[in-house]
């Protein structure tokens, strides 16, 4: 059984506390609006398409708890929870489009009962979608891998990084299902570890061949022809083909090219930014404690400076292809990108 990241129960959203694994597999509730946003921000729920429903989930929680009489109250309301939810995680451009899809049907209620439910349903659908759009990035995608192929993916890009089944992870998921024999190298994931808590744990649950490598070892394994094939995810794909993820993720792209690997992005058309430019996008720079300590362990000096970026970008040109829920894009990205969302329309 493949993990169920979050869903809508009795008018509350219940997700599996992240920062928990693999220790403890942790189911969490919130009715607050408050209590999603902070569960977004310290990493409780992560991973850009799950974090998009999260945020529709959170403004359902928001519509629930207005007090608001007339639709212009209940709107003002919605926008300040919007605003809360946003701040979280500026990179995964799913988060926007997750509330700006239920500030959407909001504007177009009739009445605020209307708009509370329509808003419910709505998320609602949404997180049934995302698992639909998994299971087509997967179909697609599993027309690239061969039998035997051992695939290296960096971060966590699966079940727990969406509703549920994922979108790289998926893919592999997919390749088994398929009846093809795959192997797996995950990358611990420097510095909260989402490789060695979340990927390996959720393969492990689902019966998938995995190792664990450390980060510094991704040369390693592919100059010793232990790479067929890179799969990651993203959390922002611009129209250009350049692709925000995990931190490493771009390193990674420079190795595979250097050895002559292919390196594939999974995602799904919500995760495509098509009018920002490169230069626009905000990197999220996160705590320095996050690279200083492990658990409660300090393993760096006192009061030493620290850069921590959540995201770097993988330009085009290391880019085999995009797998998406429309089909595969392939150089040149801004003109196979544009196809895709034409063929989805």
């Not at 995680?89 to 239920?102: F, K, M, Q, S, Y």
């Not at 909001?106 to 997180?127: F, H, L």
């Not at 490598?213 to 990651?232: C, E, F, Q, S």
């Given at each position: 059984m493949?993990?169920k990241?979050?869903?809508?129960?009795?008018?509350?959203?219940?997700?599996?506390?992240?920062?928990?694994?693999?220790?403890?597999?942790?189911?969490?509730?919130?009715?607050?609006?408050?209590?999603?946003?902070?569960?977004?921000?310290?990493?409780?729920?992560?991973?850009?398409?799950a974090?998009?429903v999260s945020?529709?989930?959170?403004?359902?929680?928001?519509a629930?708890?207005?007090?608001?009489?007339t639709?212009?109250?209940?709107?003002?309301?919605?926008?300040?929870?919007?605003?809360?939810l946003?701040e979280?995680?500026?990179?995964?451009?799913?988060?926007?489009?997750?509330?700006?899809?239920i500030?959407?049907?909001?504007?177009?209620g009739?009445?605020?009962?209307?708009?509370?439910d329509s808003?419910?349903?709505t998320a609602?659908?949404?997180?049934?979608?995302?698992?639909?759009?998994?299971m087509?990035?997967g179909?697609?995608?599993?027309?690239?891998?061969?039998?035997?192929?051992t695939?290296?993916?960096?971060?966590?890009?699966?079940?727990l990084?969406?509703?549920?089944?994922?979108?790289?992870?998926?893919?592999?998921?997919a390749?088994?299902?398929?009846?093809?024999?795959v192997k797996?190298?995950?990358?611990?994931?420097?510095p909260?570890?989402?490789?060695?808590?979340?990927?390996?744990f959720?393969?492990?649950?689902?019966?998938?061949?995995v190792?664990?490598?450390?980060?510094?070892?991704?040369?390693?394994?592919?100059?010793?022809?232990?790479?067929?094939?890179?799969?990651v995810?993203?959390d922002?794909?611009?129209?250009?083909?350049?692709?925000f993820?995990?931190?490493?993720?771009?390193?990674?792209?420079?190795?595979a090219?250097?050895?002559g690997?292919?390196?594939?992005?999974?995602?799904?058309?919500?995760?495509?930014?098509?009018?920002?430019e490169?230069?626009?996008?905000?990197i999220?720079?996160?705590?320095?404690?996050?690279v200083?300590?492990?658990?409660?362990?300090?393993?760096?000096?006192?009061?030493?400076?620290?850069l921590?970026?959540?995201f770097?970008?993988?330009p085009?040109e290391?880019?085999?292809g995009?797998?998406?829920?429309?089909?595969?894009?392939?150089?040149?990205?801004?003109e196979?990108?544009?196809?895709l969302?034409g063929?989805?329309?």
């Amino acid at each position: 059984m493949t993990l169920k990241t979050l869903e809508w129960k009795n008018n509350s959203v219940v997700m599996i506390d992240q920062t928990k694994l693999p220790n403890e597999l942790v189911f969490v509730e919130y009715s607050d609006y408050n209590d999603v946003a902070r569960a977004i921000k310290t990493l409780v729920v992560r991973g850009a398409p799950a974090i998009g429903v999260s945020g529709a989930f959170g403004m359902a929680l928001a519509a629930l708890q207005s007090k608001a009489t007339t639709n212009e109250e209940l709107i003002e309301d919605l926008e300040k929870a919007k605003k809360v939810l946003f701040e979280t995680r500026p990179t995964a451009v799913n988060l926007a489009w997750g509330l700006e899809r239920i500030m959407e049907v909001a504007r177009k209620g009739n009445d605020v009962s209307e708009i509370k439910d329509s808003i419910i349903q709505t998320a609602k659908k949404m997180a049934d979608k995302d698992v639909e759009t998994n299971m087509k990035i997967g179909k697609y995608g599993v027309e690239l891998f061969d039998n035997n192929d051992t695939v290296m993916t960096h971060c966590n890009a699966g079940a727990l990084a969406t509703v549920a089944y994922g979108t790289a992870l998926g893919v592999i998921r997919a390749i088994k299902e398929s009846g093809k024999h795959v192997k797996v190298l995950a990358t611990e994931t420097r510095p909260v570890m989402q490789g060695s808590r979340l990927t390996a744990f959720e393969l492990k649950h689902d019966g998938i061949d995995v190792s664990l490598i450390p980060d510094t070892a991704v040369g390693y394994a592919m100059a010793k022809d232990l790479v067929k094939k890179v799969i990651v995810g993203a959390d922002r794909i611009l129209r250009t083909g350049h692709g925000f993820n995990k931190i490493g993720t771009y390193q990674i792209a420079l190795l595979a090219k250097e050895h002559g690997i292919p390196f594939y992005v999974a995602a799904p058309l919500s995760t495509f930014d098509m009018k920002s430019e490169p230069d626009d996008v905000i990197i999220e720079q996160r705590e320095a404690s996050e690279v200083t300590t492990i658990g409660d362990k300090k393993i760096a000096p006192d009061n030493i400076d620290v850069l921590n970026p959540a995201f770097d970008m993988t330009p085009p040109e290391l880019v085999t292809g995009i797998i998406t829920e429309a089909g595969v894009a392939r150089p040149p990205y801004e003109e196979s990108i544009q196809k895709l969302f034409g063929s989805s329309l």
